[in-house]
């Protein structure tokens, strides 16, 4: 079979099985294709709420699967490809966020989203890259442990000076990728170009940008804009879409780094999401239900207050 073959005998199987596809912005292009949704970990959330199909079939990785289950227990979630993890979901251990705790008693404790079920049970309230600043503004406390991303947290807390926030060292080991130095090359080479770049960036690389946001963020910033030119500090498979969304455009997208590539995201193909889809691969998530209730409070918090 070729790619479309697959691809319109997915859609026809996820129809007669009421399955609903969701791809986070990273995926490639011919999994967007026979998505139901595509987006940033916010707006999956969002959707994982809200859907009314018995299966969710998620095309991302670990922890986007288990956030899904999270919020949607009655219904059958698959993890596309179960080798995709995210390293940064794993960088804290129970054992040191008690130990956080205990330091900082007084702080409410604010998780990237990124992180296992497992640790989202000891948080106050999660947060994504496109819902932290607004949702850290709305908490009442003004002392706030942020984990585990240090480089989202700090940019976090340039948009909130009045606040006092707590960092431990972590981050996305993609985005570290990305230095001042690939900023002033790209710039050389392309000194017309807007710079976009995630939050998971250094600082450093997050101070020289023209515009911060998430992946669903960029996309919209690159589109909407009347520039022509864009470097694009994040996952390159963004660059890879705004290509293909700007087709016959005059506009002109380019990587801030060739290393900028998250192998966890890459693992998926269209035969994992077909494998998923017909029975012979994928994982279904299964979480205990008391895990998944204590879970949930920090993820409901984030949906009330961003
Ligand atoms: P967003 O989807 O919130 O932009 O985050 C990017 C990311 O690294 C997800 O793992
Ligand atoms: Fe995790 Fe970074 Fe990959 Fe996102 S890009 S899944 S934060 S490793």
Avoid at 77 to 102: H, Y
Avoid at 261 to 283: A, P, Q, R
Wanted: hydrophobic share 40%.
């Amino acid at each position: 079979m070729n790619t479309r073959q697959i691809q319109d005998e997915i859609l026809h199987i996820k129809k007669e099985k009421n399955v609903c596809i969701l791809a986070h912005a990273y995926q490639s292009h011919d999994i967007w294709d026979i998505a139901d949704y595509v987006g940033d970990s916010f707006g999956l959330s969002q959707k994982a709420a809200q859907s009314d199909a018995d299966t969710i079939l998620m095309c991302g990785v670990r922890f986007m699967a288990e956030t899904v289950k999270i919020l949607a227990p009655q219904k059958r979630v698959l993890l596309a490809n179960p080798n995709a993890g995210c390293p940064m979901a794993e960088q804290i251990s129970p054992a040191f966020i008690t130990k956080l705790k205990e330091q900082y008693p007084e702080h409410t404790v604010v998780a990237y989203i990124n992180t296992t079920a497992e640790l989202k049970t000891f948080c106050d309230v999660c947060v994504t890259s496109s819902s932290a600043v607004k949702v850290v503004k709305a908490i009442q406390n003004n002392k706030i442990l942020f984990i585990p991303d240090c480089n989202l947290g700090s940019w976090v807390q340039q948009q909130i000076p009045e606040k006092e926030f707590q960092f431990v060292p972590g981050g996305c080991p993609t985005h570290l990728l990305m230095s001042v130095k690939d900023v002033q090359k790209a710039r050389e080479q392309h000194p017309n170009a807007l710079l976009l770049v995630h939050p998971e960036c250094q600082p450093a690389v997050t101070k020289e940008a023209n515009f911060v946001g998430s992946t669903t963020e960029i996309i919209a910033f690159a589109k909407n804009s009347d520039k022509k030119e864009f470097i694009i500090g994040t996952e390159n498979s963004i660059v890879q879409h705004l290509q293909f969304d700007c087709i016959g455009e005059d506009k002109q997208f380019y990587s801030l780094s060739k290393n900028c590539v998250c192998h966890n995201m890459k693992l998926t193909t269209l035969g994992d999401v077909y494998g998923s889809i017909v029975g012979t691969s994928g994982e279904e998530i299964i979480l205990d239900e008391a895990l998944r209730l204590q879970a949930k409070r920090s993820i409901d918090e984030m949906l009330r207050l961003g």
